[in-house]
């Protein structure tokens, strides 16, 4: 992986690391436990919650990519692209744009 100068230039390469259809969902279904768990503290005021966030995000996509995209993910060099990477794709698989 090369230096990117724009997310734009980056998420094409972010796509093209997740071929894998089992590796999207896995990230959908990650993605998506953010959400609630966000929505959980909240809702309830527990902020203690939180910490469940990144746990659930990054476990589901790490498993995807460990053992069904046979890949290293981009979060480890490029953490911040990949994570709007990650709602930029949850948001087109929502959409219809990316299958999932």
């Given at each position: 992986?090369s230096?990117?100068?724009?997310?734009?230039e980056?998420?094409p390469?972010?796509?093209?690391?997740h071929?894998?259809?089992?590796?999207?969902?896995?990230?959908?279904?990650?993605?998506?436990?953010?959400?609630?768990v966000?929505l959980?503290?909240?809702?309830?005021?527990?902020?203690?919650?939180?910490?469940?966030?990144?746990?659930?995000?990054?476990?589901?996509?790490?498993?995807?990519?460990?053992?069904?995209?046979?890949?290293r993910?981009?979060?480890?060099?490029?953490?911040?692209?990949?994570?709007?990477?990650?709602?930029?794709?949850?948001?087109?698989?929502?959409?219809?744009k990316i299958?999932?």
């Open positions: 992986m230096g990117f100068s724009s997310f734009s980056f998420y390469f972010y796509l093209g690391e071929r894998n259809r089992t590796c999207r969902r896995l990230h959908f279904v990650g993605s998506s436990l953010v959400l609630g966000v959980l503290a909240l809702w309830s005021g527990e902020w203690r919650w939180l910490w469940l966030a990144p746990v659930a995000g990054y476990g589901f996509a790490w498993i995807g990519h460990y053992g069904f995209e046979k890949n993910p981009a979060t480890f060099r490029h953490p911040l692209y990949s994570l709007l990477g990650d709602w930029v794709m949850y948001g087109q698989m929502l959409s219809g299958r999932f």
